[in-house]
């Protein structure tokens, strides 16, 4: 059985536009799925049903063959864990108080004591090195040590499942990669939209090709990037081959001349 299974997801607003169109996929426990895709793919869209935020999508989500809105909201946040694009601003929190909220869902529901709070939040700021700014405030950050505070967050929430929308931006090429070795590294059940196809290609197991909304094609990476779909999806030139680490590597031109 698989761990993950998301069956005819569809989407679309009450203006009429489709958002998303019969998209499903399977995932095996402690894999990681990447979303790829152009803008406007739904990539975003659909880490938004995955996460049962969005009343106006169609279809199924399971998890070991449970239907995820069977779960009570306690239940699912124990469950899994989110890493949204949008950027929080306005949060005066210090970053350990905001890597604390993430222990809410295993807080005692009329004490508020966890046990194991400050064992999650050290490994936490540990594993995303967030020590030298753990009594800064929230919104004196950069954009790149916010999604790494945010991360963190997520970390310590302690979930079997990991869902990242854009990781990766906001961070310098250090922190991409540190993340992703990171991420790999976790005994969890990773899903994640990207826009490096490289990095995508790298660092998942699978990946799901979007455009317009719909599934163009999924799979390893080796077996599903052919010259064929950058060009119908990306609207590039590309070449692949793999390098001496084992890597698919990806080398891309634009279609039309200059």
Not at 60 to 80: P, V
Not at 115 to 134: C, F, G, M, P, V
Request: glycine letters at 6%; one cysteine or more.
């Amino acid at each position: 059985m698989s761990f993950i299974q998301a069956e005819q997801i569809s989407l679309t607003l009450d203006n009429g536009k489709t958002l998303l169109s019969n998209v499903s996929f399977d995932l095996a426990k402690q894999q990681t799925l990447g979303i790829v895709g152009p803008n406007g793919a739904g990539k975003s869209s659909l880490i938004h049903c995955l996460l049962g935020l969005n009343s106006n999508a169609t279809g199924q989500i399971s998890i070991q063959g449970k239907a995820l809105t069977s779960f009570k909201e306690k239940s699912r946040a124990q469950l899994i864990s989110a890493v949204m694009q949008e950027m929080p601003n306005d949060i005066y929190l210090s970053v350990e108080e905001v890597i604390e909220s993430g222990r809410t869902p295993y807080r005692h529901w009329l004490w508020g004591h966890d046990d194991e709070a400050q064992k999650w939040i050290n490994y936490a700021i540990d594993k995303l090195k967030l020590a030298s700014l753990r009594h800064q405030v929230f919104h004196t950050l950069s954009g790149g040590e916010k999604k790494r505070v945010l991360i963190a967050r997520a970390l310590a929430q302690n979930t079997q499942i990991l869902v990242l929308d854009e990781p990766a931006n906001h961070l310098d090429i250090q922190h991409q990669i540190e993340l992703m070795y990171l991420l790999k590294s976790l005994p969890i059940t990773l899903i994640i939209s990207l826009h490096d196809i490289q990095l995508a290609a790298r660092f998942c197991d699978k990946l799901l090709v979007m455009s317009q909304g719909k599934v163009i094609q999924q799979g390893p990476a080796k077996d599903i990037l052919t010259q064929s779909l950058f060009e119908q999806v990306f609207k590039v030139k590309a070449t692949t081959y793999t390098n001496q680490h084992d890597c698919l590597s990806i080398h891309t031109e634009p279609l039309t001349s200059y």
